[in-house]
Nanobody
Framework: QVQLVESGGGLVQAGDSLRLSCAASGRTVSRYAMGWFRQVPGKAREFVAGISRSGGSTEAADSVKGRFTISRDNAKNTVYLQMNSLKPEDTAGYYC?????????????????????WGQGTQVTVSS
């Protein structure tokens, strides 16, 4: 199993930027397709962005396209989520996830089910 620890969350104003980090340990992150999800109390966990094991393919939710970018640095065993032009509706707990079920290194998972490793989350709060 890989252990995932998120960091970089905080309280910001609308229009600001944040970069979330997901540091992996236990196994090299290069073995995994990675994703970011977010969740607010009382609602289902929502896909934000994902990146393939190779790093060559990415996906993002329509609500964050053009504002959020996922990237990975396998040498640092870390995945990032760059969030620009933040909006109050981006307020949520953000979770990093890893999936090793795909043989295809270009596959990106956009739903929670394929992910079998999760971090504890980091809170992002955007004030208006």
């Amino acid at each position: 199993q890989v252990q995932l620890v998120e960091s970089g969350g905080g309280l910001v104003q609308a229009g600001d930027s944040l970069r979330l980090s997901c540091a992996a340990s236990g196994r090299t992150v290069s073995r995994y397709a990675m994703g970011w999800f977010r969740q607010v109390p009382g609602k289902a966990r929502e896909f934000v962005a994902g990146i393939s094991r190779s790093g060559g393919s990415t996906e993002a939710a329509d609500s964050v396209k053009g504002r959020f970018t996922i990237s990975r640095d396998n040498a640092k065993n870390t995945v990032y989520l760059q969030m620009n032009s933040l909006k109050p509706e981006d307020t949520a707990g953000y979770y990093c996830a890893a999936s090793d079920i795909y043989l295809n290194p270009e596959r990106v998972a956009t739903t929670p089910n394929p992910y079998n490793n999760w971090g504890q989350g980091t809170q992002v709060t955007v004030s208006s």
